[in-house]
């Protein structure tokens, strides 16, 4: 059985190190297929693998058609969005992601950019503390946990809206719970975003609801771009120079925000909140495990295209 490792964006190599071991110890052989460039590698390298580990990476239709011998996708993360999930089902193939393994890495991220901000982009000038601040945790998963965490040793007054999670979750780890999303960004000074992509909140992060915020906000996303209604937080920052946005996935428009807001906008270059060696191991591993003990066993505990 094959094994296939596509990372566009790879793992560190204790990862790669450490997934190699559990496939190899359990009769398979890995293939890896890093830093590629052009789908037409993806596109070949897929052609006789049973099994794939990915990242970011995208899973469509079209590669779907060609993985012929392709059993199980184990996207190493926790968003799924990039792997078509209809047409996998289609093909008979099971897709699994590994939740919880990355999100301390991007809970810590959000927190380092909640500092970035607040010190002005370390310009030299007199900035402001965490400490006190009203922090909205949109979306409390296994990510906004670890956000809340991090956040009250900060000393931040945490509020959080998740519209799945029962707020006796919440209210059990001394969160404010918001019963609505329009409550979280009127009272918070900083929104932390931990939603996923989906055709519900693709677009929804607007105009209407960001401009409640109270004057001295800051937007943080380790989450989507595609969340972000791009041209009405423009809009909104055009309208409210005390607005601040912060994040790991580069917008479309990034050539917009950076141009006019550069002081008060800042974008990663390339997602990297799952981007440690901590992370990579965690959840590059999970994945492996979680290939053999399909393969093996036919465990499908993390399936998500049920
Ligand atoms: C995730 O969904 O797990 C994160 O967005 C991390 O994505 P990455 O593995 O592409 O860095």
Redesign the pocket.
């Known amino acids: 059985m094959k094994v296939l490792v596509a990372t566009e964006?790879p793992f560190a190599k204790i990862a790669v190190d450490g997934i190699r071991k559990e496939i190899e110890t359990a009769g398979f052989e890995l293939v890896l297929l890093e830093k590629y460039t052009n789908k037409s590698q993806l596109l070949d390298a897929v052609k006789d693998a049973d099994a794939i580990i990915i990242?970011?990476d995208v899973i469509d239709a079209e590669v779907l058609s060609v993985a012929q011998k392709l059993k199980i996708v184990v996207?190493?993360?926790?968003?799924y969005d990039n792997v078509d999930l209809d047409s996998a089902t289609a093909h008979n193939v099971c897709v699994m992601n590994t939740p919880g393994q990355?999100s301390n890495a991007?809970a810590e991220l959000a927190l380092g950019m909640m500092v970035y901000a607040v010190r002005n982009f370390y310009n030299g000038t007199s900035g402001t503390e965490l400490m006190g601040k009203k922090l909205g945790i949109h979306a409390y998963g296994n990510v906004g946990r670890n956000v809340a965490r991090l956040a009250k040793g900060f000393g931040m007054d945490i509020y959080a809206y998740d519209a799945f999670c029962p707020q006796e979750v919440m209210k059990q780890d001394g969160i404010k719970v918001c019963s609505s999303v329009q409550e979280l960004y009127e009272t918070c000074n900083i929104v932390s975003l931990h939603i996923p992509a989906t055709a519900e909140t693709k677009n929804s992060i607007d105009y209407a609801l960001l401009k409640n915020m109270p004057k001295g906000s800051l937007l943080v996303n380790t989450a989507?771009k595609e969340v972000i209604n791009e041209a009405e937080l423009l809009k909104l920052m055009e309208e409210r120079s005390d607005f601040k946005y912060l994040t790991d996935i580069m917008p479309a428009r990034h050539a917009d925000f950076i141009g006019k807001y550069a002081e008060r906008y800042f974008s990663t270059p390339k997602?990297?909140?799952?981007?440690t060696a901590e992370a990579n191991i965690n959840?590059g591993i999970a994945a492996a495990q979680q290939i053999v003990g399909f393969l093996k066993d036919g465990c499908d505990k993390f399936r998500v295209n049920k």
């Open positions: 964006k990242r970011s996207r190493a993360g926790a968003g990355n991007v989507r997602k990297m909140g799952a981007q959840a």
